[in-house]
């Protein structure tokens, strides 16, 4: 035994005795995953959605289920996913959609007049927010929808309640009637730990429920609805004051804290002797239960994530309590965070401070992939000096160093119609681009093209067509002919699509061709009226992992001068050798995967294959 | 056994705190996005649950990895809380690239955490951006030499080089197991049966000798052979530059022989150059200019020069 695991011994040895007396066959679960498998073992029938990190998981682990079990979909966008879902929950069926906090409000839609319909089968949403925005473009808070909708929303805290809740969540929506909310955050949804699984129950079908009254939204059916759904927030309230949803693990009475989902955790490890009243839903909230444990301490603190969604509530009930005074609205909490707070409400001592070591961190950013076919249209977009609005997806990544292109970023599907705008304005004296990727233009963009079409916008649209929703990590799409369960279907033909719409100027060519992405986009916006140009190249990570016969650099062609650095290739940087006092540069032959982009920006020939016998 | 083992000895003591033998042992795994940080943690996380501890292994998906800074938190013991690790609560940092590991060091407990590092350098094209003569590298400069004096438990290899060695690569990470195994009280063999799990079939062989080879250099580890011994790399952080003695002014530009073909403007570099009113080339943003002479060599009439400054 070496040195380190002899005095390690006691600690680890302790650990382990008290561990194994609980041994039981429990499977590692990401969060996701065992949401999932919580919906399967529901019975769940219907399922769909859009990929969206954090959420994408879910929807990849229900395809993992027989087809015979349940139908599981892309769909082309979160509302279509709502709908396909209230869909099967017309037909009598367990349904559930799953998405991002951003696609709720693509969603929101639907949503706010089927929580007036309720439900035949159940109807679950799980939406997974960002909290400290990981890979989202803002943090907002899914509970406030929640109580818009007068939707219940339950907050898992880790794998094994998220299979549990959302289980549960299927079983009230149909109890109450109504479609039921589980939120996620990043931190549960990519947090795997170990959870005790159960057998799936099939559930009958019910058939459809002819109901005009409730299922035909017009104003007269409509307003005995909002009146039934204030019934159902009294209903649910009740069930919630005795639910196992809700924990009270009694302490010192000096403090009572509530609190939910990860950041109970947070709780747990730094102030484990005070009084918890652990909340599993955040709307509505069990009155009386609350107003029990408020009496039975001094001082009540709120511990949530983002916005004051408990604590407002719990003011609003007449209660005295500290929360965002304490805790920061924004970011993801941490053991830190949490600590700090009940150090500023004096609570517990200063941390002792150490010395931390000083090592100022390199910045590494993340990039586009090596032979990434992105890249051009970006190059040549800033050689025109072109106004670029921007969408979601990997490419967003042009809008820093080197190829910093993009001008704006808003939101799903928003470029195309945010150039129109730009361009109608009139003020604009630089060439108007809008660049957006295959599955973004599929989710949001085709409505915004027939737009500008219509009023006649001078704009150019670069759909940058890769194959494959790159950016949550490959999912299939109607452009990728294939569906979730990886079968052949029906395939998008753009140029047809596009043509329909009344396009005039359309042209399709290759990504890794530079010198024609640069002739073809000055074409386009040289043409007055909306001009779309096609880049087409898979993406070199999905669906399979592409590599070529690599490039290198001929050192003693290379004059330093670096031209190909401007790609942002992460095969690409300096080698030890100088040229008049300027780095040249290597190319990592194990990650080039041969696009030879750098060696078309190249100024001397410097950059060929490695194999280049021919070309010399 | 020399002084310096002695030392990690008696710091490593101050680890084992009586009173919180039921705080949870924190592993933290760093790297970059496609290294495998998301396989080292699993394979620990499996087998810290086969050993019969509760463990939360905790990552983030997404923009990381792009060629990103990629971590992943593993927390085991009796009772596990919270998924993350809090700042210099790490009782173990294992990192797959130096830079990272650097990055992340912070989070190691002071004075008794335990650093495992590969020495492997990827370098990211950020840390390549100036192009001015003289340019200096923003890849982390500390050397491993520097990090050993100020972390007592600090164990980096070239663990590639090593895994080459044996025949492949791409065995470097379990390599790394074999370095994080000495750190905790876990049987080899349960680490191996784990691991076997997660490696592809055909690589069991290799990757259990790499396991082996990293146990085995944390057994025989002496720092003093940290100054250039077999399996070692001791790269110089960062890329120096050697001092050029021939300088260079801004790129002059003979209005007259100038014919407007707009090829300077278009392949500079740092878009400094640009055509004028009456399209005639000209450096409009002198500052960004690197003297790179790409305009000077691409001109076809010869009217931009940049000369020597003596």
Request: with cysteine; hydrophobic share 40%.
């Amino acid at each position: 035994m070496s040195q380190l695991a002899e005095l390690n011994k006691p600690l680890s040895q302790t650990a382990k005795a008290s561990g194994q007396a609980k041994q039981q066959p429990l499977r590692p679960m990401m969060g996701n995953e065992a949401i999932a498998r919580g919906a399967w073992e529901a019975g769940v029938k219907v399922a769909a959605a859009y990929p969206g990190t954090p959420s994408t998981e879910i929807m990849e682990n229900l395809a993992k289920y027989p087809a015979a079990d349940l139908h599981a979909e892309w769909s082309t966008n979160e509302k279509v996913a709502l709908d396909v879902a209230i869909g099967g929950s017309f037909a009598g069926v367990r349904s559930l959609t799953s998405m991002k906090h951003v696609g709720l409000n693509v969603a929101s839609d639907s949503l706010m007049s089927q929580t007036y319909i309720g439900v035949n089968g159940a109807l679950v949403l799980v939406v997974c927010d960002d909290p400290g925005i990981h890979s989202s473009q803002n943090e907002q808070d899914t509970r406030i929808f929640g109580q818009l909708a007068m939707t219940p929303v339950l907050e898992p805290t880790d794998a094994q309640e998220a299979l549990d809740f959302t289980k549960l969540a299927f079983d009230l929506s149909e109890q109450f009637d109504t479609p039921v909310i589980v939120r996620s955050t990043t931190r549960l949804s990519h947090t795997r730990s170990l959870v005790k699984t159960g057998e799936r129950v099939e559930v009958r079908g019910k058939g459809f429920l002819e109901e005009p009254k409730k299922n035909v939204m017009i104003p007269g059916h409509a307003r005995l609805r909002h009146r039934a759904l204030m019934e159902r927030e009294r209903l649910l309230q009740e069930y919630f004051e005795n639910s196992d949803l809700i924990r009270w693990e009694p302490g010192s009475d000096e403090v009572g804290i509530i609190t939910l989902s990860t950041a109970y955790t947070y709780v747990k490890e730094v102030f484990p002797e005070a009084s918890v009243l652990k909340l599993g839903v955040s709307y509505p909230l069990p009155e009386a239960k609350i107003r029990e444990f408020c009496s039975s301490v001094k001082r009540i603190i709120v511990v949530e994530e983002l916005e004051p969604v408990i604590e407002n509530q719990l003011k609003v009930m007449g209660h005295r309590v500290e929360g965002k005074s304490l805790f920061p609205r924004e970011g993801e909490f941490s053991t830190e965070v949490v600590r700090d707070g009940f150090e500023a409400a004096g609570l517990l001592p200063p941390t002792p401070k150490f010395e931390l070591i000083d090592i100022e961190p390199m910045a590494r950013p993340p990039l586009l992939c090596a032979g990434c076919p992105h890249t051009t249209a970006y190059m040549a977009l800033r050689a025109l000096n072109s106004r670029v609005s921007g969408d979601i997806g990997c490419y967003t990544l042009a809008a820093v160093e080197p190829l910093k292109a993009i001008d704006t970023s808003v939101a799903m599907g928003s470029s195309i119609a945010n150039a129109t705008g730009i361009a109608l304005a009139g003020t604009e004296t630089r060439p108007v681009v809008a660049t957006i990727g295959d599955s973004t233009f599929l989710h949001a963009g085709i409505p915004p093209l027939i737009n500008a079409v219509y009023n006649n916008a001078n704009i150019t649209v670069v759909l940058l067509d890769n194959h494959i929703t790159a950016m949550t990590g490959g999912q299939d799409h109607p452009g990728t002919g294939r569906n979730l369960r990886g079968q052949e279907t029906h395939k998008i033909d753009y140029e047809a699509l596009i043509k329909a719409i009344g396009v005039q100027w359309i042209k399709k060519i290759d990504s890794y061709n530079m010198g024609s992405v640069y002739q073809s986009l000055r074409e386009a916006t040289l043409y007055k009226g909306v001009a779309v140009l096609i880049l087409d190249r898979p993406c070199v990570l999905d669906p399979v992992k592409l590599k070529g016969p690599a490039f290198q650099v001929k050192a003693e062609s290379c004059t330093g001068c670096q031209a190909c650095m401007n790609l942002g290739c992460p095969a690409i940087s300096w080698s030890d050798e100088l040229y008049e006092g300027h780095h040249k540069v290597k190319i990592d032959e194990a990650a080039c995967i041969g696009c030879s982009l750098c060696a078309q920006v190249g100024s001397t020939n410097c950059i060929q294959p490695v194999d280049a016998g021919l070309l010399q | 056994m020399n002084d310096s083992t002695q030392m990690n000895l008696e710091s490593a003591q101050a680890m084992v705190n009586p009173q919180s033998v039921k705080t949870p042992v924190n592993v933290l795994v760093v790297g970059v996005g496609g290294q495998g940080v998301i396989m080292v943690s699993k394979v620990l996380a499996a087998l810290c649950q086969q050993q019969g501890f509760q463990v939360k292994q905790s990552e983030v998906h997404g923009m990381a990895k792009r060629g990103g800074s990629v971590f992943s938190h593993v927390r085991f013991g009796e009772q596990v809380y919270s998924p993350t690790i809090p700042m210099g609560q790490a009782d173990v940092l294992v990192a797959l690239e130096w830079a990272e590991g650097l990055r992340w060091l912070p989070y190691l407990k002071p004075e008794t955490g335990i650093f495992i590092a590969d020495t492997q350098q990827i370098v990211p094209p950020f840390a390549c951006r100036d192009r001015k003569h003289g340019a200096v590298s923003g890849y982390a400069k500390e050397s491993v030499a520097e990090i050993s004096e100020l972390i007592s438990n600090c164990f980096a290899a070239d663990a590639g080089f090593m895994a080459a060695e044996l025949g492949n690569a791409k065995a470097a990470n379990t390599l790394l197991l074999g370095m994080l195994s000495t750190a905790l009280d876990f049987p080899a063999d349960d680490w191996c049966e784990v691991i076997s799990q997660f490696v592809p079939p055909k690589t069991v062989d290799i990757n259990m000798q790499a396991f082996s080879q990293g146990r085995d250099w944390v057994e025989r580890y002496d720092p003093a052979v940290l100054k250039g011994g077999k399996g070692i790399a001791v790269k110089p952080g960062g890329l120096v530059p050697i001092p050029h003695e021939v300088q260079f002014v801004l790129p002059v530009i003979t209005e007259a022989w100038c014919k407007s073909c707009d090829i300077c403007v278009k392949f500079c570099p740092e878009r400094c150059l640009s055509l004028n009113e009456n399209r005639i080339a000209e450096l409009t943003k002198p500052e960004l200019c690197t003297l790179c002479r790409i305009c000077e060599r691409l001109c076809p009439d010869f009217a931009i020069s940049l000369n020597y400054k003596n």
